[in-house]
């Protein structure tokens, strides 16, 4: 029988982009410093947690998130590659986009604990078409995005795979193992998480969703 073509594809993209590495490394370095004094001190002075003494509490599970870093100079190169690079996904896929522009709903730098724990459970973004991740800081002993099968009717039906790590049309899940400087995008209804992460070496890097919003028509 003819192969006619595959249908209802969820591709994952990926860029390299090793020039923005080193200045975004330094400029989050500047950014988490803030956040992990922020948040240690939010949970000592939460009520759940004032039974510990100060120097029973460990970050180990944690996972540090900043504020949104959209209106930072120091981002803009990366922010302007992403907004064309979703531009172009979106229109490859054959979405007609004339009467559409390109927003950031999200855009900050995560990292998980050195202690270990720190981890992402399954979950879309909602009200977004593109998310992705630029990893900063990971290693083949790091956690790593695993993308899960968005078609629950083909879920509930299901077979064993002959190898499931290899990438079929078969696969419930794929693991996707990056590099420092590598740009991820993907569409937002592709569940997604994040394993948990050993604490062995450091693990760092910046999410984003975009959302595609229909101009408004001025009336006069």
Not at 58 to 80: I, P
Request: proline share 5%; net charge negative; hydrophobic share 30%.
């Amino acid at each position: 029988m003819n192969k006619k073509g595959e249908y209802f594809s969820s591709p994952i993209y990926t860029d390299y982009l090793p020039e923005l590495l080193q200045p975004l490394i330094k400029f989050t370095d500047e950014v988490l410093e803030v956040e992990k004094k922020t948040q240690k001190d939010t949970y000592i002075n939460s009520k759940r947690n004032r039974s510990f003494k100060e120097h029973e509490i460990t970050d180990h599970g944690w996972v540090y998130h900043s504020g949104s870093l959209l209106n930072y100079k120091e981002v803009s190169t990366l922010s302007q590659k992403i907004l064309l690079n979703s531009f172009d996904i979106l229109d490859e896929q054959g979405y007609e986009l004339k009467d559409y522009k390109l927003y950031f709903n999200e855009f900050w730098v995560q990292e998980f604990s050195n202690l270990g724990g720190g981890s992402h459970d399954t979950h879309i973004h909602g009200n977004s078409h593109i998310s992705g991740f630029y990893f900063l800081k990971c290693s083949e002993k790091t956690s790593y995005p695993v993308f899960h099968d968005p078609r629950q009717s083909k879920l509930m039906c299901q077979l064993p795979e002959k190898n499931e790590n290899n990438p079929t049309l078969a696969n419930e899940r794929i693991s996707v193992f990056p590099k420092p400087g590598i740009l991820l995008m993907f569409n937002s209804y592709l569940p997604h998480e994040f394993v948990v992460d050993n604490g062995i070496e450091p693990f760092r890097f910046i999410h984003f969703n975009i959302q595609a919003i229909k101009n408004h028509e001025q009336l006069y």
